[in-house]
């Protein structure tokens, strides 16, 4: 079973960048629509963005468009999802999930099989 190891968080200021990672190990990544999600704190989990197969769809929450940018090297096995314009309501533990139930990218979380342990993002004001 394909497992899902998520880095690039950290803490920053408002207006930053970063750019998370998730690595996958075990399968053929190809064959995964890739999902990045978070949690805020106190919050329900909410879909930030999503990726085809082929990288060739992607989706994304509306509040994050077109500061956030979801791409994949399936060569390496690797999604990335690189955060410009960060703002503190942008804090939360990332996560990526993958599936093989899809072709296309999708918002709902119950579609997804694999999730890796997450990552903190933090923006300070």
């Avoid at 090297?73 to 093989?100: F, G, I, W």
Wanted: charged share 20%; hydrophobic share 35%.
């Amino acid at each position: 079973q394909v497992q899902l190891v998520e880095s690039g968080g950290g803490l920053v200021q408002a207006g930053d960048s970063l750019r998370l990672s998730c690595a996958a190990s075990g399968s053929t990544f190809s064959s995964y629509v890739v999902g990045w999600f978070r949690r805020a704190p106190g919050k329900d989990r909410e879909f930030v963005a999503a990726i085809s197969r082929s990288g060739g769809m992607t989706r994304y929450l509306d509040s994050v468009k077109g500061r956030f940018s979801i791409s994949r090297n399936n060569a390496k096995s690797t999604v990335y999802l690189q955060m410009n314009s960060l703002k503190p309501e942008d804090t939360a533990v990332y996560y990526c999930a993958v599936t093989q139930r899809l072709w296309e990218p999708d918002p709902d979380p119950s579609k997804y099989d694999v999730w890796g342990q997450g990552t903190q993002v933090t923006v300070s004001s």
